[in-house]
T-cell receptor, first 111, second 115 residues
Framework: AQSVTQLGSHVSVSEGALVLLRCNYSSSVPPYLFWYVQYPNQGLQLLLKYTSAATLVKGINGFEAEFKKSETSFHLTKPSAHMSDAAEYFCATGGSYIPTFGRGTSLIVHP | DGGITQSPKYLFRKEGQNVTLSCEQNLNHDAMYWYRQDPGQGLRLIYYSQIVNDFQKGDIAEGYSVSREKKESFPLTVTSAQKNPTAFYLC??????????????FGPGTRLTVT
């Protein structure tokens, strides 16, 4: 069965610091991976997606993620956190009707 | 603009009453989904539909029902049999044409409170 594991239910950073949100996937996962962002009391929106065209994927709001097959990872990064980045982030699989979502990581940004 | 609409944003009901949550999309997507979100539990799939007049149970379908009479619409009914219906409900859709990534597009959500 497919699985996606997000390490850390909460990540806290200072404004201006590096953001690193971790996601590992099972080796049976199809070659599509996503990061979604959810702001409080809103739906999820696509941040970026990996579709095997390039291992380094750039998304909206300055986020990017690198697909590393050898580590079965798809970690999300942003060089400098902004207060507006505070939200819930979900890693997920794609490539089939039923995606598998990680449990989510809440990003907290301190001034 | 294409997208998914859910109404209402907030819904309050008394225990024992059925309630229907609306979901409409104009993205021309074949597949539609309902998720339930509780604090700290991520997204849990309730029902999904790959095509009109067909739908399948997800992981937590007990106490819920759906219909898919039109491509654009996928309403969810929370019945009185659902033991703990208070939650945030999200509707989503995805394109199923050919070999694709099946990325999901989400509505804004409905927060249901049952007392």
């Amino acid at each position: 069965a497919q699985s996606v594991t997000q390490l850390g239910s909460h990540v806290s950073v200072s404004e201006g610091a590096l953001v690193l949100l971790r996601c590992n996937y099972s080796s049976s996962v199809p070659p599509y991976l996503f990061w979604y962002v959810q702001y409080p009391n809103q739906g999820l929106q696509l941040l970026l997606k990996y579709t095997s065209a390039a291992t380094l994927v750039k998304g909206i709001n300055g986020f990017e993620a690198e697909f590393k097959k050898s580590e079965t990872s798809f970690h999300l990064t942003k060089p400098s956190a902004h207060m507006s980045d505070a939200a819930e982030y979900f890693c997920a699989t794609g490539g089939s009707y039923i995606p598998t979502f990680g449990r989510g990581t809440s990003l907290i940004v301190h001034p | 603009d294409g997208g998914i609409t859910q109404s209402p944003k907030y819904l309050f009901r008394k225990e024992g009453q059925n309630v229907t949550l609306s979901c409409e999309q104009n993205l021309n997507h074949d597949a539609m989904y309902w998720y339930r979100q509780d604090p700290g539990q991520g997204l849990r799939l309730i029902y999904y539909s790959q095509i009109v007049n067909d739908f399948q149970k997800g992981d937590i379908a007990e106490g819920y029902s759906v219909s898919r009479e039109k491509k654009e619409s996928f309403p969810l009914t929370v019945t009185s049999a659902q033991k703990n219906p208070t939650a945030f409900y999200l509707c989503a859709s995805s394109s199923s044409s050919g070999v694709g990534s099946y990325e999901q597009y989400f509505g804004p959500g409905t927060r249901l409170t049952v007392t």
